[in-house]
């Protein structure tokens, strides 16, 4: 298998290029280091195309690099090919003369959604060869959690990676740490309409928009929508996949009504929501319910679809509103799942731990107190002590009576992912 010599270079070189480990690590690296070599199971990094999970691969064997001899480090993506990972392993026995069902061997699968149950040959791996320490890496993350939980439970570790932060962007962008929002703020400002369109690490200083998008929808949406999910699932409609995709990327934080759309696209109700879900697992979207107190009123209420992430909407449709913009911003970087409506009040988010959070979003620098109507009335409804506003003005929090109001700035927000 030649592919695997290919795949490989450090069994020669003794080393692994900056081309592949590249200097720049994302902030989660260190915390996926930590969990790799730190512990005995399974290592599972998901999350969408394009983010760095190989890069992370190839950056943790260039730590391994430092003690392991090179050939006890095994690299194999199932986008190149699929093959039985057994049989991956007795072909990298015969190259390097190491007999991997003993000795400790570093085992990395990129991609691994690619192959047909997958968890269940991962298992058996782990079970049975306690020398093996494995990570792999897949870009259908709902599939892959899925898959991990029905059968590899307590068995691995899981990391989701997800699109450049602010920060990072900034740093790649700048060739420097920036660690401090308020220092940094108005070169933060100044490069978000170029974040908000390729937050991806390999894209992160192209200039051409029109290739940004076209990397974007050939290497992330169709790379999903006609390769990953028509080889994950059966029955894959994949004209009304693209439909919908689409129809999702153009209309941003939609109220979807599945009756009237399955109508319009010519298929049956169920289709449709089978077809959501296969966007969804594909880590393409994110379903945001409407939250009551009651799982079963929650699941009859309508829903709302939001890009995972806002640049993948550019592609389709590239004047966006900028409450629109916002909105999915919020959703993607706090990874939220739920919202408020009722008749005519709604409420954007609710971030959802031992309490919850509303989460208002407006497209002003400048907020009143009418804009805090629905806000405060939801407060007081479920007897809440605090609320967020996130725009685009200043850092400030407000007291009104007893409910406190953090006014938090988009950009800052994003800039670390965290409300803090």
Known sequence: MEILILLNEWWASSRISKEKAKEYKRKIFQEIKGTFFGYG???????????GKTTIIYQLIE??????SPKTILYFSFDEMVEDPIKILEEYSKITKIDWRKEKIFVFFDEIQKLKDWSSKIKILYDNFPNLKICVSGSASLMIEKDALKDLAGRYFSQHVYPLSLQ????????????NFELYELELKRIFEDYIRKPFPEIAKWEDR?????????????KIVKSDIPGGFKNVNLPLLSAITEIFMKDVGMILDATSLSKELGVH????????????????????????PSIRAESRKLK?????????????????????????LVCSSLHLN?????????????????????IEVKEK???NKNDMKTLLYFMKKYGLKKGVIVYSGKEKTSKIKDKEIIFLPVHKLLFNFSLG
């Open 41 to 51: 199971q399974i290592l599972i990094l998901c999350g969408l195309r394009r983010v």
């Open 210 to 222: 029109t290739k940004i998008n076209q990397y974007i929808k050939e290497l992330v949406i169709e």
């Open 168 to 179: 990072e962007f900034a740093e790649l962008n700048f060739g420097k740490g920036i660690d």
């Open 63 to 68: 730590e391994l690099l430092k003690n392991a």
């Open 269 to 292: 109700k169920l289709t449709l929501a089978e077809h959501i879900n296969f966007l969804e697992f594909g880590n393409l979207i994110s379903v945001v319910k409407n939250f009551r």
């Open 338 to 358: 739920k919202y408020w409506r009722k008749g005519e009040k709604e409420i954007d988010f609710l971030k959802l731990n031992e309490e919850i959070l509303p």
């Open 304 to 328: 709302k679809i939001y890009p995972s992430n806002i640049a993948l909407s550019f592609c389709f449709y590239p004047k966006l509103t900028e409450g629109k913009i916002f909105e999915s």
């Open 365 to 367: 620098d400048t907020v």
